[in-house]
């Protein structure tokens, strides 16, 4: 049954929900899959096998019972190992958080998802504390791309990307705070959706930016993004930050198509610096759009500057405590720049918030006469693991916190973003499909249309 | 007219419409599911987890189905024929991807001047009673 | 003094009031990051924004 490996998280509930498939098959395929190929792509840093074989088991009960099955029925799927599982020290990618007692009960997002039918099978690897770009982690190793295992996944949810993109689980979680959910979409070519910033709940998580988080799902089809999106959407008044806002399913507006659209390529900053394979994404999703306008989002370059500010400050204060007294026991990658980011003077950074309400001022002020934005996701398809720096716009650059370029001016403002895979060869690059506050709807339908043209896929890797 | 069941000739023909509907429908071969069910408004097939009315409701479902989970092993298949222009094919079947139920299909064929057409079927599953001994 | 002389004297200076202590083999990397996000800082300022201008989080009592 390795069909089921990259079948969709809808194509797997429709069989179980008609019976051609118990919950407990899907399961078995889907820990003999781990089992297999998970000690070379290194995507999942705990296994919960029996807890997902006993909620098969009750899964498949119900079915017999004939209660009604949930639109996720069936469905494994991982989380970055920054969620809370019960039972698990909610480990962020870091050797430190290890020593933290067990979480109490799951993040609001996974019990929804459960609660939809859906099924935990594990966590997964990430960049430390989610500060990576990259999907390497001194700790627990890097997570490789399915694609070409010698490459980054992307990150810093390297595992989900991985996992998903390597036909593991159909549905994974991340985070993103500049890029760490799209990054890995592009890398890997899948597809995944940064909501609006505040509209999942972040309870139960481990931060990283309290002023920039946002979770969000991965998978191999705008669908599921929908499903799993609409699954997890609602208040929580467990989390602060999540905004009071109604259920607005996306669902039933996916097959809408792209009439009416307005719809415009980013210029200036976000064509800057992209290899050719960036450019190509881009044209390809443009074509298939029939869109070819042109829209430039003022000083991109300080909204990049100012996350970066807020993100490196924000994230030091998180960690000041741990770095004075573990610092031997961090990934020295993100050590340096969390303590660099201790001594940054606090009046640049509410320089940088002052900043943040204008440009999103500015943005949302372009949202009046557009639907949709288009930029590449990343510059540049996987680089190789390790790589330390690339050629970008003619300098040579390091990789490591130029590989978000295009994503952290967006997430900056708390846009919703698809970020959808072009299959291009030999490695996929995606294309940030960008809408206005709370209208993920409409960058899912436009997603959807692209997938039903066919001018985008998650392209499934060479067998290994 | 003396009704004559199961004449040789005819069920070899309604076995062989029967295995090549087997064939489509494992390996998800729409276009030639929908080509053997009959085009019409009478036609109603009973599935697992639809009724479906009408050739339209029919083909509409086969283009929406989702592909997995479609291998299947039969038995205890009895196709019985009246005359030479009516039929009714019965079966058990087992997926490997939902041990611990048994399927049961059951068609009825009719012979039209452009061939041999389901007109009626229905699709059902049985869950199999824990620690009961293996029958078929 | 030259500018990476003005650096390590902020970064020594910060770590002591912050109470972080600093191994020298991360000097290298922790300057370059302090330059780098100190320049960052600079391109945000560069832009004026009035005295009116809001920070972008806003308290509710």
Redesign the interface.
């Known amino acids: 049954m390795s069909e089921l490996g990259f079948a969709k998280a809808h194509e797997i509930a429709a069989a179980v929900s008609r019976g051609d498939l118990t919950a407990r098959a899907v399961v078995e395929d889907a820990l003999s899959a781990i089992r297999n190929r998970n000690q070379t792509l290194n995507a999942f840093t705990d296994v919960t096998a029996e807890r997902a074989l006993a909620r098969a088991d009750a899964l498949d009960a119900d079915r017999a019972a004939g209660r009604p099955a949930g639109p996720l029925t069936g469905v494994p799927f991982a989380v970055k190992n920054l969620f809370d599982v019960k039972g698990l020290p909610t480990r962020a990618g870091s050797k430190i958080n290890r020593d933290r007692p067990p979480a109490q009960q799951d993040s609001p997002l996974i019990e929804r998802l459960e609660a939809a039918g859906a099924i935990l099978v594990g966590a997964l690897n990430m960049g430390e504390y989610a500060y990576d770009f990259t999907g390497e982690n001194a700790h627990d190793g890097p997570s490789r791309n399915p694609h070409d295992v010698s490459r980054m996944s992307g990150g810093s949810s390297g595992g989900s990307g991985s996992a998903v993109a390597g036909g593991l689980v159909p549905l994974a979680l991340g985070s993103d705070t500049n890029g760490s959910i799209r990054v890995p979409s592009s890398f890997c070519g899948i597809f995944g959706l940064k909501p609006t910033y505040g509209r999942l709940s972040r309870a139960r998580s481990f931060p990283f930016v309290a002023s920039l988080d946002h979770l969000g799902p991965f998978a191999r089809c705008a669908r599921d993004l929908a499903i799993s999106y609409d699954a997890m959407q609602g208040h929580d008044p467990d989390d602060e930050a999540c905004v009071d806002r109604p259920v607005e399913p996306t669902l039933p507006q996916l097959d809408r198509g792209i009439e009416g659209l307005r719809i415009a390529l980013a210029g200036g900053y976000f064509r800057k610096g992209a290899f050719p394979e960036a450019l190509q994404a881009i044209e390809r999703v443009a074509k298939a759009l029939g869109a070819s306008r042109e829209i430039e989002l003022p000083e991109a370059h300080r909204a990049r500057a100012a996350a970066y500010v807020i993100t490196a400050t924000e994230g030091a204060a998180l960690h000041l405590d741990r770095l004075r007294q573990r610092a031997h026991d961090f990934d020295p990658a993100t050590r340096d720049r969390l303590i660099a980011g201790a001594m940054i003077p606090a009046s640049l950074v509410v320089k940088a918030q002052k900043f943040r309400r204008w440009y999103r001022d500015e943005v949302l002020a372009l949202f009046r006469d557009v639907d949709v934005i288009l930029a590449p996701a990343t510059p540049c398809a996987a680089p190789a693991i390790g790589q330390q720096t690339f050629v970008l716009d003619g300098v040579e650059m390091p990789v490591r916190p130029n590989i978000g370029i295009y994503t952290q001016p967006i997430s900056f403002i708390g846009l919703p973003v698809a970020a959808v895979p072009v299959p291009l060869e030999p490695l996929p690059v995606a294309v940030q499909v960008i809408a206005a506050p709370w209208r993920e709807d409409i960058a899912l339908r436009v997603a959807q249309y692209l997938e039903a043209q066919g001018a985008i896929m998650a392209p499934r890797p060479p067998l290994s | 007219m003396a009704l004559e069941i199961n004449l040789p000739d005819v069920v070899a023909e309604v076995t062989a419409e029967f295995e090549r509907y087997e064939d489509a429908l494992v390996n998800n071969k729409v276009d030639v599911l929908d080509a053997m069910f009959r085009d019409a408004p009478e036609t109603i097939r009973y599935g697992a987890t639809e009724n479906l009315y009408g050739y339209e409701e029919i083909k509409a479902f086969r283009s929406a189905r989702s592909p997995v989970a479609l291998g299947r092993t039969l038995s205890k298949t009895v196709i019985t024929t009246y005359g030479r222009d009516f039929a009714v094919a019965s079966t058990l079947y087992q997926r490997p991807s939902a041990p611990g139920r048994t399927g049961r299909q059951m068609q009825t064929w009719v012979r039209f001047p452009e061939g041999w057409r389901v007109v009626a079927a229905h699709v059902s599953l049985m869950e199999e009673p824990k620690g009961a001994p293996k029958r078929g | 003094m030259n500018d990476q002389d003005v650096t390590d004297r902020?970064?020594a200076s910060?770590?002591a009031l912050?109470?972080?202590?600093?191994?020298a083999e991360?000097m290298p990397?922790?300057r370059a990051?302090?330059e780098?996000?100190?320049r960052?800082?600079k391109?945000?300022?560069?832009?004026p924004?009035e005295d009116e201008?809001?920070?972008?989080?806003v308290y509710g009592a």
């Open positions: 902020w970064i910060s770590a912050l109470g972080l202590p600093i191994e991360w990397a922790i990051n302090v780098v996000t100190f960052m800082a391109l945000v300022e560069e832009f924004l201008a809001e920070p972008a989080p």
